[in-house]
Nanobody, 125 residues
Framework: VQLQASGGGLVQAGGSLRLSCAASGRTFSIYGMGWFRQAPGKEREFVAA????????YYADSVKGRFTISRDNAKNTVYLQMSSLEPEDTAVYFC???????????????????WGQGTLVTVSS
């Protein structure tokens, strides 16, 4: 399984970006997916997660109301729409796939066993 994240870049505070994560393999649709981020000098933190069906999602308090996670199982892709970006959102963003199929949402990094390479988001003030 390979996860390829893209869509990062430089944006001004208040702006928007949409991240994409394309997954290889035929079983993408049965796995929950998540987005995590790591800012310079900080530990990796949970951002958002979506269930295998797309029917449920969960967000970190810091991004709730500003970010939206979604998925297109026909395209093997999960998205993270980010709006009202703040300088504090600056980080490398990683997508990840849950370890077990047919799972719901999870904010524990240990429950994800495949990770993308990360895409850098820089928000200027």
């Amino acid at each position: 399984v390979q996860l390829q994240a893209s869509g990062g870049g430089l944006v001004q505070a208040g702006g928007s970006l949409r991240l994409s994560c394309a997954a290889s393999g035929r079983t993408f649709s049965i796995y929950g997916m998540g987005w995590f981020r790591q800012a310079p000098g900080k530990e990796r933190e949970f951002v958002a997660a979506i269930s295998w069906s797309g029917g449920s999602s969960y967000y970190a308090d810091s991004v709730k109301g500003r970010f939206t996670i979604s998925r297109d199982n026909a395209k093997n892709t999960v998205y993270l729409q980010m709006s009202s970006l703040e300088p504090e959102d600056t980080a490398v963003y990683f997508c990840a796939r849950r370890r077990n199929g047919y799972g719901g949402t999870s904010y524990y990094a240990s429950e994800y066993n495949y990770w993308g390479q990360g895409t850098l988001v820089t928000v200027s003030s």
